[in-house]
């Protein structure tokens, strides 16, 4: 039972260059999420889902785009990388939309 | 609009001392509060949580209590050991929303 995992654990692009982070988790949980963590920010909220084939906007959503076909991925996308995305992106999941698990991160840096 | 804000950044005690960590809140359709606990280059990981009809919860060392009136939860630990040094964050949900709202989180150091 590896829980959430999330790929790749770090990577750089360029300004302009696009990327997909790939999140997955084996808890069969409907809910998941994708977060960014800034220094003094603390965690906030990019996009979510409530189930297999929907999505949301969190607080920060504008740059990001989200899929989930699949109840276990969820996948969060750069089309136009800025260095303002600079962060350590969370994925978590809940069965319920409460308590909520993470997984290990992944730190971006756009040049 | 910072919804959930945790005003210390950091917080240092002595190791078998009392550690409080301090949360509060503006909007008042939340009824579910957590606190979650990161250590460096990982992932938050749960630690407790309280739901509105109570205010106190205790789970070992760690007990929350929940002030409604004053929109302000804190995190009791005790006796502070040097394994809680951690980030702290405190987070809030409102019931149906599926969502989470975090705080900037608090530096905990606890000193041997």
């Known amino acids: 039972n590896a829980g959430v995992t999330q790929t790749p654990k770090f990577r750089v692009l360029k300004t302009g260059q696009s990327m997909t982070l790939l999140c997955a988790q084996d808890m069969n949980h409907e809910y998941m999420y994708w977060y960014r963590q800034d220094p003094g920010m603390g965690l906030r909220l990019i996009h979510y889902?409530?189930?297999?084939?929907?999505?949301a906007k969190g607080e920060v959503p504008d740059g990001y785009n989200v899929s989930r076909l699949k109840k276990q991925n969820f996948l969060l996308g750069l089309e136009s990388a800025a260095p303002s995305q600079t962060s350590v992106y969370f994925c978590?999941?809940?069965?319920?939309?409460?308590?909520?698990?993470f997984g290990p991160g992944t730190r971006l840096t756009v040049t | 609009d910072q919804q959930v804000k945790q005003n210390s950044p950091s917080l240092s005690v002595q190791e078998g001392r009392i550690s409080i960590l301090n949360c509060d809140y503006t909007n008042s359709m939340f009824d579910y509060f957590l606190w979650y606990k990161k250590y460096p280059a990982e992932g938050p990981t749960f630690l407790i949580s309280i739901s509105s009809i109570k205010d106190k919860n205790e789970d070992g060392r760690f007990t929350v209590f929940l002030n409604k009136s004053a929109k302000h939860l804190s995190l009791h630990i005790v006796p502070s050991q040097p394994g809680d040094s951690a980030v702290y964050f405190c987070a809030a949900s409102a019931s149906n929303t599926g969502k989470l709202i975090f705080g900037q989180g608090t530096t905990l150091q606890v000193k041997p």
């Open positions: 978590a999941s809940s069965p319920e939309g409460y308590e909520q698990y």
């Open positions: 889902s409530v189930g297999e084939g929907t999505t």
